[in-house]
């Protein structure tokens, strides 16, 4: 059963660096060939998007019993997770933005 998470953790990890570096290079590309420059979106803007998108996953989780239930525990995960994450996540974030 370890193991099985471990796998499954790398394997996550994997994809999202994976998908980091596609996005990255595409970035790069695009800054060279039209003169692209990303730009971050404003906290209001964040805010709202954030707003919506828990509305839009209240609304889609209320569609069957078991993703009620997928959301119920994902939520009293994240309630359990976010302050611990906002302090670490967030101070290396303010880290390497300096």
Not at 9 to 20: E, I, P, V
Request: charged share 30%.
């Amino acid at each position: 059963m370890q193991r099985a998470r471990a796998a499954r953790a790398a394997d996550r990890n994997r994809s999202a660096t994976s998908r980091g570096s596609r996005c990255a290079l595409a970035l790069a590309r695009a800054a060279r060939s039209i003169s692209v420059e990303a730009v971050p979106l404003p906290v209001p803007v964040l805010r709202d998007l954030k707003k919506l998108a828990a509305e839009v996953v209240r609304e889609e989780s209320e569609k069957s019993p078991m993703a009620r239930k997928v959301h119920a525990s994902f939520t009293k995960f994240q309630a359990l997770v976010g302050p611990w994450d906002r302090v670490a996540e967030g101070a290396y974030h303010q880290f390497v933005a300096v």
